[in-house]
């Protein structure tokens, strides 16, 4: 079992970058998958990045592919979700999730996630 942290949220201008976090406050994540889904209001959550448990795949929706990198730092127990010229179509809450091994794009298929961290994009 594992618990999850998000960090990093925050009210940015559009074109500005963030790096979220995802950290195990307990259990560890190295034989996790992480997913990253989104929420906006009056939305359903969404895929947005997933790293497998070791990094050597990833998968990003299309909208996000050419602006938003994954990456995992296993030492330090935590997942990254890098994101470039943000857009205010971007805004949401942000979550993250675990699911054993392999990576996912679906919801449905993690078994952890964290509260969400804010992201708001202003244009």
């Known amino acids: 079992q594992v618990q999850l942290v998000e960090s990093g949220g925050g009210l940015v201008q559009a074109k500005d970058s963030l790096r979220l976090s995802c950290a195990a406050s307990s259990g560890t994540l190295s034989t996790y998958a992480i997913g990253w889904f989104r929420q906006a209001p009056g939305k359903e959550r969404e895929f947005v990045a997933a790293?497998?448990?070791?990094?050597?795949?990833?998968y990003q929706t299309d909208s996000v592919k050419a602006r938003f990198t994954i990456s995992r730092d296993n030492a330090k127990n935590t997942v990254y979700l890098q994101m470039n010229n943000l857009k205010p179509e971007d805004t949401a809450v942000y979550y993250c999730?675990?699911?054993?091994?392999?990576?996912?794009?679906?919801?449905?298929?993690?078994?952890?996630w964290g509260q969400g961290t804010q992201v708001t994009v202003s244009s």
């Open positions: 790293i497998g448990w070791n990094g050597g795949r990833t």
């Open positions: 999730a675990a699911r054993p091994l392999v990576a996912s794009m679906s919801r449905h298929d993690y078994n952890y």
